[in-house]
């Protein structure tokens, strides 16, 4: 099995939540795409909540003090918020991280 993990860092503790588990032998994916697709996940669901709040970029800037610049990068999927921007996105959209990573619980 091959899990990823996402590691958050917050004021020295260290918080580790999976994000999925596959197993070993599916080809093609590797670390980079696991990467990949963890910005895209990421980028698509912010634009997604954001837009469903009606927010514009500049709303969701001034809200979490990202620039608005880099905001669309991350929707656009090219990067991916490091673990203080995901934080602070997070509190302007009134969500939890793991909402932000589309996660399901069971």
Not at 47 to 66: H, M
Not at 81 to 100: G, M, N, V, W, Y
């Amino acid at each position: 099995m091959m899990a990823m993990f996402l590691c958050i860092s917050i004021k020295k503790h260290a918080i580790y939540v999976l994000l999925y588990a596959l197993p070993k032998d599916i080809k093609g994916i590797g670390k980079n795409g696991m990467q990949n697709q963890l910005t895209i996940i990421i980028g698509t669901t912010m634009k997604k909540l954001r837009q469903d709040r009606n927010l514009t970029l500049e709303q969701l800037s001034v809200a979490s003090g990202i620039d608005k610049d880099r905001l669309e990068i991350f929707e656009s999927c090219k990067e991916r918020p490091d673990a203080e921007e995901l934080l602070d996105i997070c509190k302007a959209l009134d969500i939890s991280i793991s909402d932000l990573l589309d996660v399901k619980s069971n």
